[in-house]
């Protein structure tokens, strides 16, 4: 029993050396075949929860849709994962719309988002054939109506509301709140605006409304209120061409072993019923449900391996201990102070007896992974583990200071395979000229 249970994937044990197994697979051997830093993804845990998604949605909301949303990881081996599971996804972007396709989705089960998709990318995705675009301003709209017409399609799509509500969490990736960049406020009639241009279009079928309030939610109450508010604004608008309204993603997941996330039943129950109790209460159809989970998908399946380089107590301050990745893997800690808890993968069952600042390599001071990780007494050499990355992590990587973005590993029932290579010199500076 470890005391990261509930934030380690479900399949990590200890092995009789005391490495820290993940999938069977011991993850010292692979931090020794393959470097680090390294992000090892539990595929049986990302097909498990992909599937408890869709089968909550199918027994909550008969006919809903569930949407990975590809920013949180969108490596094509776990794009594949997710299309095999029978789920739609989220692209965010052209990149995002370039690795679902060369992933192998069926068109049909993309949604494009983003808050300024260009005209490439709007046009990439009508000659792809995407099921839907989220539109989220009237710029886009009319940007859209020209791309569509200019091939003459019809698109389907969803218009991104702000409902105005404040879910708790951080104001970072709060998303609701009518100040925010993304979708239509409610406020002096904007989304209305939107609904009539779109409806206006011929190129374009307006199918329903959408709404992310926000990310890492353990607190659901949000949801209530907020699907009162879009059921209002359905009313307002006459709701005879709402069919389907996209409730977004947002279940937190645990990064400490103090967090206690709902689960994906009570997250799909609970968004389910907020949606169906409004639109009942008055008198509209049900429409059909959309939720569009990130985190809760791809986050505790995936753990980040750290080599420790250099340990530095200053006396009377504190301890320092140094890895060999940190900011360009791992930004969540920088960009939003967002908390994880190590542990040591080649000494898993000893007694976190010390606290040391975990930092990174790079040339920040806020280069600082863990404030204050509870460990065992460090050694230079050791392997770092740092559990529920695999949501945000190397989808955010960048080659600050030169740093090669890590190599990424499946593992499944005691097997490892590469989805990822690590970057070379050669590819950082591959795209310059001289
Ligand atoms: C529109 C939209 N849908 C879904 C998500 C996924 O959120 P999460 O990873 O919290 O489930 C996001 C995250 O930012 C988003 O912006």
Known sequence: MLALDQVLPPSATVTSEGHLAVGGCDLVELAEEHGTPLVVYDEGALRATARAFREA??????????????????????????????????????????????????????????????????????????????????????????????????????????????????????????????????????????VEAARRSPHLAFEGIHAHLGSQLFDLSVFRPAAQVLADFAVEIGAEDVTTVDIGGGLGIAYTAADRPPSVE????????????????????????????????????????????????????????????????????????????????????????????LVGKHCESSDVLVGEAHLPPLEVGDLVCLPATGAYGVSMASNYNGQPRPAVVFVDNGASRLVTRRETYADIVARDVL
Not at 270 to 283: F, L, N
Not at 323 to 331: N, P, T
């Open 57 to 194: 949605v199918a027994r909550h909301a008969p006919g809903g849709e569930v949407v990975y949303a590809s920013k949180a990881y969108f490596g094509l081996a776990m794009l594949r994962i997710v299309c095999e599971e029978g789920l739609s996804v989220d692209a965010a972007s052209g990149g995002e719309l370039y690795a679902a396709l060369r992933a192998g989705f069926p068109p049909e089960r993309i949604h494009l988002h983003g808050n300024n998709k260009d005209a490439g990318e709007i046009g990439a995705a009508l000659d792809a054939g995407v099921g839907t675009v989220v539109v989220d301003n009237l710029d886009e709209i009319a940007l859209l109506e020209r791309e569509a017409a200019r091939r003459g399609m019809v698109q389907r799509v969803l218009l991104r509301i702000t409902p105005g509500v404040r879910p708790s969490t951080h104001s970072h990736i709060a998303t609701g709140q009518s100040d925010s960049k993304f979708g239509f406020p409610l406020a002096a009639r904007m989304a209305h605006a939107g």
């Open 266 to 357: 009570t997250f799909v129950e609970t968004i389910a019923e907020a949606v169906h109790e409004a639109w009942r209460s008055r008198g509209l159809p049900l429409p059909r449900l959309v939720t569009e989970p990130g985190r809760a998908i791809a986050g505790r399946a995936g753990v980040t391996l750290y080599r420790v380089g250099g340990i530095k107590p200053i006396e009377g301050v504190r301890v320092y201990a140094s890895v060999d990745g940190g900011m360009s893997d791992l930004l969540r800690p920088m960009l939003y102070g967002a908390v994880y808890e190590p542990l040591v993968a080649n000494r898993a069952d000893a007694e976190p007896t010390e606290v040391v600042r």
